[in-house]
C-alpha cells in the first residue's frame, strides 16, 4: 500500500478541517460529503500568499508617503506663519568680531568695525603688504571712518481704552416645563417598492422574480456571468432559460426544483454542472452538455431526464457510492425512468452500457475507437480516419 502525501485544508461548504491526498485530483469531506477540487484550493491559496506579499508592500509604501505627508504639513504651516506676518523661532547669528591694527610709534590705527568691507573694495588697495610690521600701510584711497547714524526716537503711542460690553439686566422667565427633544424618525431610503426581475450583486445573480406570470421564457442579459445558488430555485413558471455567453459559472441548486422547466441552453465556458443544479426539474427530458464542461458533479441531474447530448467525449460523470449518489438516474430496466441514450455527433449509444465507465472517452477505449470522436482505427496506418489522430493508448 502507498502512503498518502495528507495535506490540511478547509471544506468550501461546511467549513470544517479535513485532510486530503496532495496528489489527489479532486477529495470528499468525510463530514458533510462535500467533493473539493485539490488543484483549484491549492491555486487559491498561493493566490493568497501573493496577496499577502503585496499586502506587506503597500503597508510600507504607505508608511513612507505618511512620513512625507508630515514633512509636508510642517512646511505648509511655515509658509501660512510667514503669509500671517508670525516671526518663526530662528537662532541666533553669532555677533561679528571686531579687529584692531596693531600700535605703531604714530600712534593707533582706527578700529575697523567691518574689515571683510575694506579688505574686498576693489578700490582699496594696500602699496606695502609683505614689509615692515612697525610701518603703517599706505593706501591709495585716504581712509574715511564710517560715522554712525543717530537713532529715531520712536513716535508716541497713544493709549487705546478697551469698550466694555453692555450688560443686560437679566428679566426672569415665567416658569416653564422643559421642553424634551424628540428623537427623529429613521429615514428609509428612497424607493419605488417594486422588486426588480434580476437582483444581482456586481455580475452574480442572486435572485430571479417572476414579474409577469405570461413571461416562462427567460433570457439571461449579458452583465450576468455568475448564477448563485438557488437563483431560480423553486421557480414553478418558467419553461425555458438561455444563458448568454458571459455566463462562467452555475453554483449548487441553481434550478433545483423548477418543476415547469423544458429547456435548458448552457454557455461555452461553463466548466461543470454543480451539486444539484437540476434536481427535481421533471419535466427537463434533454439537454446538450457543452464542450467546454469538464465534469458533472454528483447529485446534479437526478430528475425527469431521457436523453443527453454531450459536445466532447471527454466529459465525466460521477457513479454511485457510498458518500454520493450519482450525478443523473438510469434507466436500466426500460420502464422510462432515468436517462435510456446518449447522443455524440449524431450517434446514439445506449446510457446502460455507457453509463459504468464514466465517459465516453473511456467507453471508447474499452472497444478499440478513437476517444475523440469514437469512429474506427485504419487498419493501414491506424489513425482515426474522422479526426487523423493516431491511436495513442
Not at 142 to 155: E, I, L, M, S
Not at 212 to 230: D, F
Not at 327 to 336: H, L, P, T, V, Y
Request: charged share 30%; proline share 7%; with cysteine.
Amino acid at each position: 500500500m502507498t502512503r498518502l502525501d495528507l495535506i490540511e485544508m478547509e471544506c468550501t461548504s461546511c467549513k470544517n478541517t479535513i485532510f486530503g491526498d496532495k496528489n489527489a485530483e479532486y477529495w470528499y469531506c468525510g463530514i458533510c460529503g462535500k467533493r473539493i477540487d485539490l488543484k483549484v484550493s491549492m491555486e487559491l491559496q498561493e493566490k493568497e500568499n501573493r496577496l499577502k506579499a503585496k499586502e506587506s508592500e503597500l503597508n510600507i509604501k504607505e508608511k513612507a508617503l505618511k512620513k512625507k505627508e508630515a514633512e509636508l504639513k510642517e512646511k505648509e504651516e511655515i509658509i501660512k506663519a510667514l503669509e500671517n506676518g508670525e516671526e518663526l523661532m530662528k537662532p541666533k547669528a553669532p555677533a561679528t568680531p571686531t579687529f584692531k591694527a596693531n600700535q605703531t610709534a604714530d600712534g593707533v590705527v582706527p578700529t575697523l568695525v567691518r574689515p571683510d568691507t575694506v579688505l574686498n573694495n576693489p578700490e582699496m588697495k594696500f602699496t606695502n603688504l609683505a614689509g615692515d610690521a612697525n610701518k603703517k600701510p599706505e593706501y591709495a584711497v585716504p581712509f574715511k571712518p564710517v560715522t554712525p547714524a543717530k537713532p529715531v526716537a520712536p513716535a508716541p503711542v497713544t493709549p487705546v481704552t478697551p469698550v466694555k460690553p453692555e450688560i443686560k439686566p437679566e428679566i426672569p422667565e415665567p416658569d416653564k416645563e422643559p421642553v424634551i427633544p424628540k428623537k427623529p424618525k429613521p429615514q428609509t431610503p428612497a424607493s419605488d417598492g417594486k422588486p426588480k426581475e434580476f437582483e444581482m450583486t456586481e455580475h452574480t445573480l442572486i435572485k430571479y422574480n417572476t414579474l409577469n406570470p405570461n413571461i416562462v421564457k427567460v433570457s439571461l442579459p449579458a452583465n450576468i456571468w455568475r448564477i448563485g445558488s438557488g437563483a431560480f430555485k423553486g421557480n414553478t413558471n418558467i419553461t425555458s432559460v438561455v444563458c448568454s455567453d458571459n455566463v462562467r459559472e452555475i453554483c449548487d441548486s441553481a434550478f433545483m426544483d423548477c418543476s415547469s422547466l423544458t429547456e435548458v441552453t448552457l454557455s461555452n465556458d461553463i466548466k461543470k454542472i454543480n451539486f444539484k443544479t437540476f434536481n427535481g426539474c421533471e419535466k427537463l427530458k434533454t439537454i446538450t452538455i457543452p464542450e467546454s464542461v469538464r465534469e458533472i458533479m454528483c447529485d446534479s441531474m437526478v430528475c425527469g431526464l431521457e436523453e443527453i447530448v454531450f459536445r466532447s467525449a471527454k466529459t465525466t460523470w460521477e457513479q454511485a457510492s457510498d458518500a454520493a449518489e450519482a450525478s443523473f438516474a438510469i434507466d436500466k430496466n426500460g420502464k422510462g425512468k432515468g436517462v435510456n441514450r446518449f447522443i455524440f455527433r449524431g450517434t446514439e449509444y445506449k446510457a446502460v452500457d455507457v453509463f459504468r465507465h464514466g465517459s465516453l472517452s473511456n467507453y471508447f477505449k474499452a472497444n478499440g475507437l478513437c476517444q475523440y470522436c469514437g469512429s474506427k482505427f485504419s487498419f493501414v496506418n491506424g489513425k482515426c480516419p474522422n479526426c487523423k489522430t493516431k491511436k495513442d493508448y
